[in-house]
């Protein structure tokens, strides 16, 4: 049996594979906003910070570890897991000081990890990648390195507010005395990793990639990135690995409390969306996958090396070897919920009702689906942009509203996914809204591409777990096989009538988009 976890924004969940059956046999998930209100963050961060802020508890992450264990234990017997692997939503980071890994070592079972924990935090919150603070981090190393594209050649991204580097910086700015006082700098991956493993283990290239510190030549931390980040930042971090390298056994403090074997070993984290490439079975050339979730991704394997001539897209390691390529959408589920709360709705209305009550006025009006900042592209946006009917801009018409809003989110994706030019034989859609027929089926038509859904929600946990058995030495590409193949019923072809009011609305969205993008 293999274990995968996935530390997201809003929740960690756990899924059991057996490979000698080919059957998920147990899946929990604890969420951060409903099983953890004590720390007062509904949608897995905390509320209000100032200046583009947006940090996490990480000890809520260790209540939520202690409380997935706990109803895992009594859901399964975890006596009979080899390997335990598993991801976490990129670029967040963990600050220790010097007593990190001796409070590991002699984790207690009567007490719970965060309280152990706690005092080894240099930095008590942790920013992560909703965090757009570091502008003026982002041009100060990407002045160092003596520019933007330098910096895309090297990481393969160019310096970006949410990546770990320019958090790193603006903390050591901000506390130069915290920053002192970390010993060793963790990704949530690799932080929830060293948990179990009892030690600090290292960040693996697909979640390092998204630090803006790894040279991707080297697979190696870069000096001159290390230098433009803050002082001695290479003491901070343990040298890069594979994602399916070993790390030992799992810590005595889970057999002891949970029940796991002695010879359970663990393998390393990674990063959310390399995860999710190996759970989608799309590590081969030709599928690319939508992950609708928080954040919206666009993600593939990358044919060969290839950054964004806008800057906006990312090079990541693929836990399976070589790279992939990714592109990030701030405004994903939080933008729709947004919609959907601002109009009363519940979710089938954006399904059932909303998009098949509009299918005529397909393409016609636009929306830049942007209730607060964006990624890509990068803007401050405050509320959507609305072009269209008068019934569509006053919202008497709530269900245009909803059509707008997420075909604007899959126009702003095609437009922004231009650049990698890969093979598109199929688009594998997962995430939570990846569910609704009617988003999927939007999804085809605006792509022009046939929409496949696995039955797994959660690819990333899948994936990790299939991390877990590839790095016990079970063959990956024959387990996907088995794994991640298309639900029965869940393909859906392109209208293929829609094709060129699609290419029309595509232009338009770019002019409007345009013409927004250079107000201010
Ligand atoms: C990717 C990104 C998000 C997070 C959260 O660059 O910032 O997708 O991984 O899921």
């Given at each position: 049996m293999f274990l995968g976890l996935d530390s997201s924004t809003q929740s960690l969940t756990a899924v059991l594979i057996d490979a000698e059956t080919g059957r998920i046999t147990c899946q929990l998930s604890v969420s951060f906003g409903g099983d953890l209100p004590q720390y007062g963050s509904p949608s897995g961060f905390i509320p209000g910070?100032?200046?583009?802020e947006v940090h996490a508890n990480p000890l809520m992450w260790l209540d939520a570890l202690d409380l997935l264990f706990t109803r895992l234990a009594t859901a399964t017997d975890?006596?009979?897991?080899?390997m335990i692997a598993g991801s976490g939503q990129q670029h967040g980071s963990v600050y220790l000081d010097s007593t990190f890994d001796s409070r590991l070592a002699a984790?207690?079972?009567?007490?719970?990890l965060a309280t152990q924990l706690a005092?080894?935090?240099?930095?008590?919150s942790s920013p992560i990648w909703?965090?757009?603070?570091t502008g003026a981090e982002c041009a100060e190393i990407a002045a160092a390195l003596g520019g933007a594209a330098e910096v895309c050649l090297k990481?393969?991204?160019?310096?970006?507010?949410?990546?770990?580097g320019p958090q790193i910086r603006r903390f050591y700015k901000c506390d130069p005395e915290g920053y002192q006082n970390t010993c060793r700098i963790h990704l949530v991956s690799s932080f929830i990793a060293s948990v179990l493993a009892g030690t600090s283990v290292p960040i693996d290239f697909g979640d390092g990639?998204?630090?803006?510190?790894?040279?991707?030549?080297?697979l190696g931390w870069d000096t001159d990135l290390l230098a433009a980040t803050a002082p001695d930042l290479g003491a901070k971090l343990l040298p890069p690995a594979l994602a399916t390298s070993i790390q030992g056994n799992v810590s005595g403090y889970f057999v002891r409390k949970?029940?796991?074997?002695?010879a359970c070993r663990t393998a390393l984290f990674t990063g959310d969306n390399p995860a999710s490439l190996v759970g989608m079975g799309?590590?081969?050339?030709g599928n690319v996958v939508i992950s609708l979730g928080t954040s919206d991704t666009f993600f593939a394997v990358m044919p060969g090396p290839k950054t964004d001539p806008n800057g906006y897209g990312h090079v990541f390691g693929n836990p399976a070897g070589g790279f992939m390529s990714l592109i990030c959408f701030r405004n994903g589920s939080l933008a729709r919920e947004a919609l959907r709360d601002k109009l009363g709705l519940d979710w089938s209305a954006f399904d059932r009702d909303a998009l098949a009550a509009t299918?005529?006025?397909?393409?016609?009006n636009l929306m830049l689906p942007f209730f607060g900042p964006e990624i890509t592209p990068r803007h401050d946006f405050t509320q959507p942009v609305l072009e269209g009917s008068a019934g569509f801009k006053s919202g008497t018409e709530p269900a245009l509203q909803v059509r707008a809003l997420l075909e604007g989110q899959f126009l702003n994706m095609r437009l922004h996914s231009q650049w990698m030019d890969v093979k598109t034989d199929r688009i594998r859609l997962t995430g939570?809204?990846?569910?609704?027929d009617g988003i999927a089926q939007l999804v085809a038509d605006i792509f022009q591409a046939p929409v496949e859904r696995l039955d797994v929600s959660n690819s990333a946990a899948l994936g990790a777990a299939l991390i877990a058995a590839a790095a016990d030495g079970q063959d990956l590409s024959a387990l996907q096989e088995i794994f991640c193949k298309a639900a029965t019923g869940s393909s859906l072809q392109p209208d293929l009538s829609l094709a060129d009011k699609y290419d029309d609305a595509l232009g338009r969205f770019q002019t409007l988009l345009n013409t927004n993008l250079s107000l201010k």
């Open positions: 910070g100032k200046n583009g975890l006596s009979k897991v080899n984790l207690d079972v009567s007490a719970d005092p080894s935090l240099s930095r008590a909703m965090d757009t603070s990481s393969g991204s160019t310096a970006v507010e949410r990546f770990t990639a998204g630090m803006n510190l790894l040279s991707l030549s080297k949970f029940g796991f074997s002695p799309a590590t081969a050339p299918r005529e006025a397909a393409g016609e939570g809204a990846s569910k609704n």
